[in-house]
């Protein structure tokens, strides 16, 4: 039975359902406490009866506002290494939902051609779940089987693999580029009017929402990562013309920007590299050098290093028994200091994500303060410090230990120490964000620069700039303040396990 549906096996109202959804829309973990329903239900309400133009002051008002979408630099390193994501306006954003489910089958059809060459294959188009997993669940589950899997299974047919990837990849994407991918380039060039075609109406839509900027598209939803798709298909359709002519046997798997080029021959392996920087060249994008690589040890590379490190941890951490308990053969601090160990080593990995989230679990099932419950705090501290990816899971922890301490003065102290380790870094919005979760229950009156922070500690302040509309566009409801005034410190192992209880 399949567990995922790709968006390119729904019909129109099905896709526009899916890029609607609140986890579609925002892909980024928050706390439960933003929802963001609502306002996607105002947009698409405003939306239904009166066009973006009709919404707005005038033509212009949109593209000449600044500070329209939400922005968030998310640190990669805990030093000066970040990624940009956004919340986009929720009108624009539907706007251009509308814009492609009009089009849908266009779109669909363009794809077809994309996938044509069986030698390339796309793994990365978006998937909606159906099971029990989230949508995101089931996305990292494809790239295992897909990627992984498939990697040590080529590991028979093939002896040379390149691996690749591309800088910076939806920063450098030229929005005219997206009509390149629907339409074709020589076509796109001869009708450049922002009304012929809708890969022309997208790229105008991004722009517009973007302050008139061409280059690069938002990160941080599920719609743009589809659109990022476009391009990348239509690079790996201009690859399989200039490659097609290769008679010896090779396979491509590509996951959004990362690339595994398969082949019995490192000629061959090189001459597809070379092509393949030609053509994203073309696009404006190139391959980050210091992760791109050619071996002979395809299973070693199918598999990433932080994985492979921390399996080979695992093993002296606990083990199943054979009645299927897990037994822990190391204490709490010891456990912990594993997972440093992880981070400091492979810091922001999904491993090290995964590795707290599955200490989380175990605290959950202790009643008792641990004695040395200052120096876990201040370990898993200085883990999210390493890998502010992994803050959800690491604040969830540190609010299992909270919730077992009874004096609130102490609470306060811990929590003010915690938040002051953090402050000197730069770029710590996200981490800033489910900080604050530690703050609104130990009434610990904190002021965080991030505007998502400053919205839940003042209801009045916007995230969204919409001057630029007729009328205002109310937003209070992406907070959920009754959720607030009932939530404890712990945080359920639902709301920050990745696959929702589910591992494999």
Not at 145 to 164: G, M, P, T, W
Not at 325 to 341: M, S
Not at 405 to 430: A, C, H, L, R, T
Request: hydrophobic share 35%; with cysteine.
């Amino acid at each position: 039975m399949d567990t995922r549906k790709s968006v390119l096996e729904m019909t129109a109202s099905e896709a526009k359902n899916f890029f609607l959804k609140p986890s579609s829309y925002v892909n980024i973990q928050l706390p439960r406490y933003f929802d963001f329903s609502t306002v996607i239900t105002q947009a698409d309400d405003l939306l239904s009866h009166d066009s973006l133009t009709d919404l707005s002051k005038n033509t212009k008002a949109l593209s000449s506002t600044s500070d329209v979408n939400y922005n968030l630099l998310m640190n990669k390193d805990g030093l000066y290494d970040w990624r940009p994501l956004t919340i986009v306006h929720p009108v624009p954003y539907v706007n251009l939902v509308n814009q492609i489910i009009k089009n849908w089958n266009e779109i669909i059809n363009r794809f077809k051609e994309f996938q044509e060459f069986e030698k390339i294959q796309c793994i990365s188009i978006p998937v909606e779940s159906l099971s029990k997993k989230s949508d995101k669940a089931e996305t990292i589950l494809g790239w295992w089987q897909n990627l992984e899997q498939a990697s040590i299974k080529y590991a028979l047919l093939y002896n040379y693999c390149i691996k690749a990837d591309v800088t910076n990849c939806y920063g450098s994407i030229y929005t005219h580029s997206i009509s390149w991918a629907i339409h074709g380039k020589s076509w796109s060039k001869d009708n450049r009017n922002p009304n012929l075609g809708i890969g022309n109406k997208i790229d105008s839509s991004i722009q517009y929402l973007q302050g008139g900027q061409t280059n690069g598209i938002p990160q941080g939803s599920v719609l743009f990562d589809f659109i990022a798709e476009l391009v990348l298909g239509y690079a790996d359709l201009e690859l399989s013309k200039k490659i097609n002519y290769i008679d010896e046997d090779f396979k491509i798997i590509r996951y959004r920007d990362d690339y595994r080029i398969f082949s019995n021959s490192k000629e061959t392996s090189e001459k597809i590299l070379l092509e393949l920087s030609n053509v994203l060249s073309d696009l404006n994008m190139h391959f980050n050098s210091k992760k791109s690589d050619i071996t002979t040890d395809i299973i070693e590379s199918a598999i990433k290093k932080d994985k492979i490190f921390w399996e080979s941890t695992h093993a002296s951490i606990c083990y199943k028994s054979p009645d299927g308990e897990i037994v822990y053969q190391l204490g709490l601090q010891k456990h912990l200091l594993q997972i440093y160990n992880l981070a400091n080593n492979y810091p922001n990995s999904g491993s090290v994500t995964k590795a707290l989230t599955e200490f989380s679990d175990r605290l959950s099932s202790i009643n008792k303060l641990p004695s040395d419950y200052s120096q876990l705090i201040s370990i898993v501290t200085n883990i999210i410090k390493k890998s502010p990816n992994s803050v959800p899971a690491g604040t969830a922890i540190l609010g299992t230990l909270l919730e077992l301490i009874n004096d609130s003065s102490e609470v306060y102290k811990i929590v003010n120490s915690v938040i002051s380790q953090m402050k000197n870094m730069p770029n710590i919005g996200f981490i800033e964000i489910w900080l604050q979760r530690l703050s609104l229950v130990s009434d610990h009156p904190e002021n965080y620069s991030d505007i998502l922070c400053q919205k839940v500690a003042d209801a009045s302040s916007n995230i969204w700039n919409s001057e630029w509309l007729k009328n205002n566009f109310p937003e209070d409801s992406i907070i959920n303040w009754e959720y607030i005034e009932r939530m404890p410190l712990t945080i359920p192992q639902h709301e920050i396990a990745l696959f929702n209880g589910y591992t494999d």
